[in-house]
């Protein structure tokens, strides 16, 4: 913002008032209950610098009735941090409204010639002497009253200046003045106060008072986190408990905590939070300024952080010179306002705490002990006590969103990356430990990784294969969102960064590829990863080939996924090989080599240590898929449990999940009723974990299940919520082997046509897939069962019988395809 007079800026509190609903509404609430009976009532308004609470007293005061009277305390303004000038502001402002102030009137003149003895006692030099009829009558008697016996000589003089006998005799009875002359100058102080509270409190019965106090934040700078102070509200807080009959409404950037020195406060202090503004407020504001583009507009109201303050800068420089308003206003007028009252020793650790995104006691004393900065519980409490640092869950913290912005531009780009390469270490740390911890896997417990790679990328300190060390642990850890986030953080520097950083990139491909599949949606990743073949001879981009594949084995192109698959497993080495050789085992699998599907599985395994059990349990996993399409339930079902007892060591969610998919889709053979119940259980978890293929295949079973128990009508209902799930996964081996089972359906509902219509695109696309053949010769033989001779059928059963390698015989794997038909055929045979 260009140089210019402050007092521009003070043109915010005259522009137009928006939002604030929540906090008029209980304001208006407060008013309504007074008077509240004997107790003061405190409507504290709280919130950080600049987000407009000095506006919002404005606006409280202006739409306060006439009913009301009203005074304000500025407390920005210096002198009135001094209890004797705050009280004569608070005459003036409430004297000028009807309310008499007799014996105050006396009592403060006590207190100023206590304080200026020099001076003489009359109307020139005296507080209030214009202003008090009482006061003015008694200097003009006195003409130059003694120093000493000052109390007790004025109460004297009442006889003379008044001649009304009932306030005469209010200020000569009165106590408080009689003893005047005994107190000690603090003593004297607070009678003062006591005199203009008690008469402000009888004036209020006919007209309630409101007194609104700004900024407490600038008498008391830094409260202790307790709530305590050094004394410097002392006074404040006495005048205050004093005001019965009418409400007192401070703004501070901190709530009040005067519960510490008396619990009692609690019950009188109603503690309302001063959000940002919303959006709509935002663009209101700005419009109503004169700044209408639509882009420049936005841009600003999002970089606001929703900060009155920030959103009136950029007006006053708008209105400065248009042309040179930018989206960002300079940083230097927010560090003012936020830090106005942070002590200089702790705005330093402020500007480094400001590159992390969050930080915790650990980061705090790491970064302290690594500059040489205060690092001890007090300035961490302290700092943590603050409105502009946000607690988070885990204990952790975050500080406001504009005034990061602008004390990173504090920082040499130097200093941040050290603090950034600092902060990666530090996290590393946290995460290390979190993952020996015996805790269950979360979000919060991998979050760690995800700040580790962040601010590894930041201080340009971290590979592409350690991004994917990191999203690996935070998989097992905590699961898909941590992935999903470092995913974030990736994209979100790429972007800071465009034609750079080539190996962040493919990182960034590559974990959102491996994302996308555990959704299934194979589309997205084809979309995102349109070159399957691998582009170099890295660990990152072998994975990216490998999810690439993947997506197109799910969209049919087997051949071209088995390639891929067959290159990174002669080439590649270690995890990358590993997976490359799951994959391949898994293809060869579907495309009916159990024999050459079951060797490389076995491989695998070996290649598998103890220490990664999910890689082990996806082995016995992918065997146990073989045996169920061999028709050997029981070796299924003994496999199927070795897989589940791996997931569970490894506490993998994904795979736990896919286990109940695979035990519904087993019990469809021996337990149709389990199958029914164990479907329903398994879309409950996929649902949670958004993966569409999965969901589509438990419905699948759920339907298979249903048309064994004699219940066609909710077998249809299962079959077209799975077509609508695997549609949407792209999946389509997955949506024709639900046509070859709804075929089934259809026989029992005795349309036998579309029932051999629907085998014959079911059999075209397992071609056209290249997966399945053992299903394609299932296909035939139930079509034979039913007396059906088909050409197209038959052709498909000899090319699949030529290429299918199973572990027996196939005659004996023909035998077990006709009993299991026999469970769906039934009648129909």
């Given at each position: 913002?260009?140089?210019g007079?402050r007092?521009?800026?003070?043109?915010a509190?005259?522009?137009q008032?928006?939002?604030?609903?929540?906090?008029?509404?209980?304001?208006?609430?407060?008013?309504?209950?007074l008077p509240a009976?004997?107790?003061?009532?405190?409507?504290n308004v709280v919130?950080?610098?600049?987000i407009?609470?000095?506006?919002l007293l404005q606006?409280?005061?202006?739409?306060?009735?006439?009913?009301y009277?009203?005074?304000?305390?500025?407390?920005?303004?210096?002198?009135?941090?001094?209890?004797?000038d705050a009280?004569?502001v608070l005459r003036t402002?409430f004297?000028?409204?009807?309310v008499k102030?007799?014996?105050?009137?006396?009592?403060y003149?006590?207190?100023?010639?206590?304080v200026?003895p020099?001076?003489r006692m009359?109307?020139s030099s005296?507080?209030?002497?214009?202003?008090s009829?009482v006061l003015?009558?008694?200097?003009?008697?006195?003409m130059?009253?003694?120093?000493?016996?000052?109390?007790a000589?004025?109460?004297?003089l009442?006889d003379?200046?008044?001649?009304?006998?009932?306030?005469k005799?209010h200020?000569?009875?009165d106590?408080?003045?009689?003893?005047l002359?005994?107190?000690?100058?603090?003593?004297?102080?607070?009678?003062v106060s006591?005199?203009l509270?008690?008469?402000?409190r009888?004036?209020?019965?006919?007209?309630?008072?409101v007194?609104?106090?700004d900024?407490?934040?600038?008498?008391?700078?830094t409260p202790l986190?307790?709530?305590?102070?050094f004394?410097?509200d002392?006074w404040?807080?006495d005048?205050?408990?004093?005001?019965?009959?009418g409400?007192?409404v401070?703004?501070?950037?901190e709530?009040?905590q005067?519960a510490?020195?008396?619990?009692?406060?609690?019950a009188?202090?109603?503690?309302?939070?001063?959000e940002?503004?919303?959006?709509?407020?935002?663009?209101?504001?700005l419009?109503?300024?004169g700044?209408t583009?639509?882009g420049?507009q936005?841009?600003i109201?999002e970089?606001?952080?929703?900060?009155?303050?920030y959103?009136?800068?950029?007006i006053?420089?708008?209105?400065?010179?248009?042309?040179?308003?930018?989206?960002?206003?300079?940083?230097?007028?927010?560090?003012?306002?936020?830090?106005?009252?942070?002590p200089p020793d702790e705005?330093?650790?402020?500007?480094?705490?400001s590159?992390?995104?969050?930080?915790?006691?650990?980061?705090?004393r790491?970064?302290?002990?690594a500059?040489?900065?205060?690092?001890?519980?007090?300035?961490?409490?302290?700092?943590?006590?603050?409105?502009?640092?946000?607690?988070?869950?885990q204990g952790?913290?975050?500080?406001h969103?504009?005034?990061?912005?602008a004390?990173?531009s504090?920082?040499s780009?130097?200093?941040k990356r050290a603090?950034h390469?600092?902060?990666?270490?530090?996290w590393?740390?946290?995460?290390?430990r979190?993952e020996?911890s015996?805790?269950?896997?979360?979000?919060s417990?991998?979050?760690?990784?995800?700040?580790a790679?962040?601010h590894?990328?930041?201080a340009?300190?971290i590979?592409a294969?350690?991004?994917?060390?990191?999203?690996?642990?935070?998989?097992?850890?905590?699961g898909?969102?941590?992935v999903?986030?470092i995913?974030k953080?990736?994209r979100d520097?790429l972007a800071a960064?465009?034609?750079g950083?080539g190996s962040v990139?493919?990182?960034?491909?590559?974990?959102?590829?491996e994302?996308?599949?555990?959704?299934?949606n194979?589309?997205?990743?084809?979309?995102?990863a349109?070159?399957?073949d691998?582009r170099?001879?890295?660990?990152?981009s072998a994975?990216?080939?490998?999810?690439?594949?993947?997506a197109?084995?799910?969209a049919?192109e087997?051949?071209t996924?088995a390639r891929?698959?067959q290159?990174?497993?002669?080439?590649q080495?270690g995890?990358?090989r590993?997976s490359?050789g799951?994959?391949?085992a898994?293809?060869?699998?579907?495309?009916?080599?159990?024999?050459?599907?079951?060797?490389?599985?076995?491989a695998?395994?070996?290649?598998?240590r103890a220490?990664k059990?999910?890689?082990r349990a996806?082995?016995?996993r992918?065997l146990?898929?073989?045996?169920?399409?061999?028709l050997?339930f029981?070796?299924?079902a003994d496999?199927l449990?070795e897989?589940?007892?791996?997931y569970r060591r490894a506490?993998?969610?994904f795979?736990?999940?896919?286990?109940?998919?695979?035990?519904?889709?087993l019990?469809v053979?021996?337990?149709?009723?389990a199958?029914?119940?164990e479907?329903a259980?398994?879309l409950?978890?996929?649902?949670e974990?958004g993966?569409?293929?999965?969901?589509g295949?438990?419905?699948t079973?759920?339907?298979m299940?249903?048309?064994r128990?004699?219940q066609?009508?909710?077998?249809?209902?299962?079959?077209?919520?799975a077509?609508?799930?695997?549609?949407?996964?792209?999946y389509?081996s997955?949506r024709?082997?639900a046509d070859?089972?709804?075929?089934?359906?259809l026989?029992?509902?005795?349309d036998?046509?579309?029932a051999?219509?629907t085998?014959?695109r079911?059999?075209?696309e397992?071609e056209a897939?290249d997966?399945?053949p053992?299903?394609v010769m299932?296909?035939?033989?139930a079509?034979?069962?039913?007396?059906e001779?088909?050409?197209?059928l038959?052709?498909?059963?000899?090319?699949?019988r030529?290429?299918?390698?199973p572990?027996?015989?196939?005659?004996a794997?023909?035998?077990r395809?006709?009993?299991?038909?026999?469970l769906?055929l039934g009648?129909?045979?």
């Amino acid at each position: 913002m260009p140089i210019g007079p402050r007092y521009r800026r003070v043109s915010a509190l005259q522009r137009q008032f928006f939002d604030r609903e929540s906090v008029l509404a209980a304001y208006e609430a407060a008013l309504d209950r007074l008077p509240a009976g004997p107790d003061p009532q405190v409507f504290n308004v709280v919130g950080i610098g600049g987000i407009g609470k000095s506006r919002l007293l404005q606006e409280l005061r202006n739409r306060t009735g006439e009913s009301y009277r009203t005074a304000r305390l500025d407390l920005q303004v210096p002198a009135l941090r001094q209890q004797e000038d705050a009280l004569a502001v608070l005459r003036t402002e409430f004297g000028a409204q009807g309310v008499k102030f007799d014996r105050f009137d006396i009592a403060y003149a006590v207190l100023w010639q206590r304080v200026h003895p020099q001076l003489r006692m009359d109307r020139s030099s005296t507080p209030f002497a214009e202003q008090s009829d009482v006061l003015s009558k008694i200097l003009d008697d006195a003409m130059g009253f003694p120093v000493f016996g000052t109390a007790a000589g004025l109460v004297r003089l009442t006889d003379r200046a008044l001649s009304n006998r009932q306030r005469k005799q209010h200020i000569k009875s009165d106590p408080t003045l009689q003893d005047l002359d005994n107190l000690s100058n603090a003593e004297l102080g607070y009678a003062v106060s006591y005199l203009l509270a008690e008469e402000l409190r009888e004036a209020s019965g006919d007209r309630p008072f409101v007194l609104y106090v700004d900024a407490y934040e600038a008498l008391v700078p830094t409260p202790l986190p307790g709530g305590k102070s050094f004394g410097a509200d002392a006074w404040l807080r006495d005048l205050l408990g004093q005001l019965q009959g009418g409400l007192t409404v401070v703004a501070s950037r901190e709530p009040l905590q005067w519960a510490a020195y008396d619990e009692d406060w609690a019950a009188v202090i109603q503690h309302v939070p001063v959000e940002g503004l919303p959006m709509d407020a935002r663009i209101d504001l700005l419009s109503a300024a004169g700044i209408t583009e639509g882009g420049r507009q936005r841009s600003i109201a999002e970089a606001s952080a929703g900060v009155p303050f920030y959103l009136h800068l950029a007006i006053d420089t708008y209105l400065q010179n248009p042309a040179r308003l930018e989206t960002t206003i300079t940083s230097e007028h927010i560090v003012q306002r936020f830090l106005q009252h942070v002590p200089p020793d702790e705005v330093r650790i402020l500007e480094l705490l400001s590159v992390a995104r969050t930080f915790d006691f650990g980061a705090f004393r790491a970064l302290g002990r690594a500059f040489n900065l205060p690092a001890h519980l007090l300035t961490w409490e302290s700092l943590t006590a603050y409105s502009f640092a946000y607690p988070l869950s885990q204990g952790w913290y975050r500080l406001h969103q504009l005034m990061v912005a602008a004390l990173q531009s504090h920082l040499s780009p130097a200093v941040k990356r050290a603090v950034h390469d600092r902060l990666r270490a530090y996290w590393e740390e946290v995460a290390d430990r979190l993952e020996g911890s015996p805790d269950r896997g979360g979000v919060s417990r991998s979050s760690p990784l995800r700040e580790a790679v962040y601010h590894g990328l930041h201080a340009e300190a971290i590979t592409a294969e350690r991004i994917h060390e990191y999203a690996d642990r935070g998989m097992a850890m905590g699961g898909r969102q941590v992935v999903d986030g470092i995913v974030k953080d990736l994209r979100d520097y790429l972007a800071a960064r465009p034609g750079g950083e080539g190996s962040v990139r493919e990182a960034a491909d590559c974990l959102e590829a491996e994302s996308l599949l555990s959704l299934g949606n194979a589309r997205a990743v084809i979309e995102l990863a349109p070159e399957v073949d691998r582009r170099a001879g890295t660990a990152v981009s072998a994975r990216l080939s490998l999810a690439a594949a993947n997506a197109r084995r799910i969209a049919g192109e087997s051949r071209t996924a088995a390639r891929i698959f067959q290159q990174v497993w002669e080439e590649q080495s270690g995890s990358v090989r590993v997976s490359a050789g799951f994959c391949l085992a898994d293809i060869r699998m579907w495309q009916g080599d159990f024999a050459e599907a079951f060797e490389l599985a076995e491989a695998v395994y070996g290649m598998s240590r103890a220490d990664k059990p999910v890689v082990r349990a996806d082995v016995k996993r992918l065997l146990h898929l073989g045996h169920r399409f061999l028709l050997s339930f029981d070796a299924a079902a003994d496999l199927l449990a070795e897989a589940e007892a791996e997931y569970r060591r490894a506490e993998d969610p994904f795979g736990l999940a896919n286990i109940r998919t695979n035990r519904a889709e087993l019990l469809v053979f021996t337990d149709p009723e389990a199958a029914v119940a164990e479907a329903a259980a398994a879309l409950t978890v996929q649902r949670e974990l958004g993966a569409q293929h999965e969901i589509g295949k438990a419905y699948t079973a759920m339907a298979m299940a249903q048309i064994r128990l004699g219940q066609p009508e909710r077998a249809s209902s299962s079959f077209l919520s799975a077509y609508a799930a695997l549609d949407r996964a792209g999946y389509r081996s997955g949506r024709a082997r639900a046509d070859m089972y709804r075929a089934f359906l259809l026989l029992q509902q005795g349309d036998r046509s579309e029932a051999l219509s629907t085998w014959r695109r079911a059999v075209a696309e397992f071609e056209a897939c290249d997966v399945y053949p053992s299903l394609v010769m299932t296909i035939h033989r139930a079509a034979v069962r039913l007396g059906e001779e088909d050409g197209q059928l038959a052709g498909a059963a000899l090319r699949a019988r030529a290429g299918l390698r199973p572990l027996g015989t196939l005659d004996a794997l023909e035998h077990r395809t006709d009993e299991i038909l026999s469970l769906f055929l039934g009648a129909a045979a």
